[in-house]
């Protein structure tokens, strides 16, 4: 069993930043390909980024690329998201999540078994 928690989140101005941070629990931390969703009420959750087990590779929503990084410190067991330029259209509550089965980073939240409980962004105008 993995526990993720989200924090970070919080209000900010259009072009500001944000840095949302992930712990997990468990001692396999860096066997797990990591991702980060959004979900806005009414709509699907969105993939936003995901990463590879040893953090060399990164893969990005095209709505944030140039704008998000993601990255891990597996010493820690913690993933972020670093949020700059922020638009009011990526306001969301923005979850976490492990994918133990998986070798490489996947975009599909199918594909992920383990979830945090979600960390709100609002982005205001």
């Known amino acids: 069993q ?3 928690v989200e924090s970070g989140g919080g209000l900010v101005q259009a072009g500001g930043s944000v840095r949302l941070s992930c712990a997990a629990s468990g001692r396999t931390f860096s066997s797990y390909v990591m991702g980060w969703f959004r979900q806005v009420p009414g709509k699907e959750r969105e ?3 995901t ?3 040893g953090g060399s590779s ?3 929503a095209d709505s944030v690329k140039g704008r998000f990084t993601i990255s891990r ?3 820690k067991n913690t993933v972020y998201l670093q949020m700059n330029s922020l638009k ?3 306001t969301a509550v923005y979850y976490c999540a492990a994918a133990p089965r998986l070798s490489a980073s ?3 939240f199918s ?3 383990y979830w945090g409980q979600g960390t709100q962004v609002t982005v205001s105008s």
Do not use: G
Request: hydrophobic letters at 30%; proline letters at 4%.
């Open 2 to 4: 993995v526990q993720l």
């Open 47 to 49: 993939f936003v980024a």
């Open 51 to 53: 990463i590879n087990r």
């Open 58 to 60: 990164t893969y990005y």
């Open 73 to 75: 410190d597996n010493a």
């Open 88 to 90: 009011p259209e990526d």
């Open 106 to 108: 996947s975009r599909y």
């Open 111 to 113: 594909e992920y078994d």
